[in-house]
């Protein structure tokens, strides 16, 4: 049975991080998988917040990598939910890098995750409905539908 609504500013996060020797190759660029872990957990947090409840990674997709980060700079992620479904979220996860000589920021990676609310045997369960303010919700809602389809046709 379905719970109370949300909106998207319910569940909506950011996270800075500063990028260290760690998590660096030897020619000082962020791992691409560091950088996976850093969206998976974020999005975590924003669909966790949604539904109230353990939550699982079922797909990341459209992960572009658009712009080097370097050591010393600095790594701004921001979450959304874009859609709900009975028991799936998809999240829209926009990570910007702010250059250490500069300061300047620019958007390095955008990602689309989708999550499932499960329930104590690890069976999907329902989550609250996603109340839609503003026409970019609206628009965005509808654009994740259309992902939503095209994923569940390639899932094997
Ligand atoms: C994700 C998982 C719970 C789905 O279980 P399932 O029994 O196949 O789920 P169902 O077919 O009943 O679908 C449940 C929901 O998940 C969505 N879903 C299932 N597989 C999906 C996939 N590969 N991609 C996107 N969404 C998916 C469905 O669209 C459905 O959404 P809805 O209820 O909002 O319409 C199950 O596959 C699982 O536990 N996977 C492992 C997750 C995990 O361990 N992640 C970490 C990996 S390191």
């Known amino acids: 049975m379905k719970t109370n609504k949300k909106t998207?500013?319910?569940?909506?996060?950011?996270?800075?991080?500063?990028?260290?020797?760690?998590?660096t190759n030897i020619y000082g660029n962020l791992f691409g998988g560091k950088l996976v872990e850093w969206i998976d957990s974020i999005g975590a947090l924003v669909t966790h917040r949604h539904s109230s409840k353990n939550v699982v990674t079922a797909n990341i997709d459209n992960l572009?990598?658009?712009?080097?980060?370097?050591l010393?700079?600095?790594?701004i992620l921001h979450a959304w939910i874009n859609y709900?479904?009975?028991?799936?979220?998809e999240v829209q996860v926009d990570t910007y890098r702010e250059k250490k000589d500069?300061?300047?920021?620019?958007?390095a990676c955008t990602a689309f995750l989708t999550y499932v609310a499960i329930?104590?045997?690890?069976?999907?369960?329902?989550?609250?409905?996603?109340?839609?303010?503003t026409e970019k919700q609206k628009k965005r809602f509808k654009e994740a539908q259309?992902?939503?389809e095209?994923?569940?046709?390639r899932k094997v």
Do not use: N
Not at 84 to 89: A, D, E, P, R
Not at 102 to 107: T, Y
Not at 150 to 153: D, G, I, N, S
């Open 84 to 89: 709900v479904g009975t028991t799936s979220m």
């Open 146 to 148: 259309q992902r939503k």
């Open 64 to 70: 572009s990598f658009l712009e080097p980060i370097r």
């Open 8 to 23: 998207v500013e319910d569940s909506r996060a950011e996270s800075v991080y500063s990028v260290l020797p760690a998590d």
């Open 150 to 153: 095209v994923r569940l046709k």
């Open 102 to 107: 500069d300061s300047l920021r620019a958007l």
């Open 119 to 133: 329930d104590e045997y690890g069976k999907p369960a329902p989550i609250p409905d996603l109340i839609l303010k």
């Open 72 to 75: 010393g700079d600095s790594v």
